[in-house]
């Protein structure tokens, strides 16, 4: 699976948009980039996934660029419970092998 | 509803008492995972099973065993825990390893998690 890198932290103010950065420069064809969030000590939860297409569902947008070496999950309007750590995550689609998660940004909503 | 369940949440034990933590996952998912997760070393794999019989080791499988016996249930095992196995341990499952393509195959749901304490 290609590396990503996300930046350790970040604060958003409450009722804005939440850009998450994530570069994954070593990304091949086949990988997808996949997004988990994880509040407080709980277990982490799925965002959201996609390919190469900018994808939306109920939680967020993810968008990825056009050479697919980076992504940015957006939070169109940030909530005190969004506060959390973001994890972003490349792999193939298929791939139920080990998976590892980094570090991921610590995500802040201030009101 | 669709589920992953780990038992117990919380438990104190001391340096070699045996203890199993179970998961068990309600949604005919054929892949399931371990993970702890320490202050400052994110979530690292332990073990993970692609179906029935098949369980395979991850980063971090020392101290631990795990079993497969039936497509809900991935137990850990800690034949002789020490303090270096308090941590807190997560279960996970997911549909499929085989099924490219299709949309959400892989996407995990996770338990809410175990605090394991070792004294």
């Known amino acids: 699976d290609a590396k990503t890198t996300q930046p350790p932290s970040m604060d958003c103010a409450e009722g804005r948009a939440a850009n998450l950065p994530c570069n994954h420069s070593?990304?091949?064809?086949?990988?997808?980039v996949y997004w988990y969030r994880q509040i407080h000590s709980q277990g982490p939860q799925y965002i959201i996934h996609?390919?190469?297409n900018n994808e939306t569902n109920e939680m967020a947008s993810l968008i990825i660029t056009e050479d697919r070496k980076s992504s940015t999950l957006i939070l169109p309007h940030a909530t005190l419970r969004d506060t959390a750590v973001y994890y972003c995550?490349?792999?193939?689609?298929?791939?139920?092998?080990?998976?590892?998660f980094g570090g991921g940004t610590r995500l802040m909503v201030k009101p | 509803e669709a589920q992953v369940t780990q038992n117990p949440r919380y438990l104190i034990t001391v340096t070699g008492k045996k203890l199993t933590v179970t998961c068990s996952q309600n949604?005919?998912?054929?892949?399931m995972s371990w993970y702890r997760q320490d202050p400052g070393l994110g979530l690292r794999q332990i073990y993970y099973?692609?179906?029935?019989?098949?369980?395979d080791k991850g980063d971090v499988p020392e101290g631990y065993k795990v079993s497969r016996k039936e497509k809900r249930n991935f137990p850990l095992i800690l034949e002789s825990p020490s303090p270096n196995q308090t941590s807190l341990y997560f279960c996970?499952?997911?549909?499929?390893?085989?099924?490219?393509?299709?949309?959400?195959?892989?996407?995990?749901?996770f338990g809410a998690g175990s605090r394991l304490t070792v004294l």
């Open positions: 070593t990304i091949s064809g086949n990988e997808y």
């Open positions: 996609g390919l190469k």
């Open positions: 995550i490349v792999r193939v689609d298929n791939a139920g092998n080990m998976l590892t």
């Open positions: 099973s692609m179906n029935v019989e098949v369980t």
């Open positions: 949604m005919n998912h054929e892949y």
């Open positions: 996970a499952s997911s549909l499929s390893r085989g099924l490219a393509g299709l949309a959400g195959a892989n996407v995990l749901t």
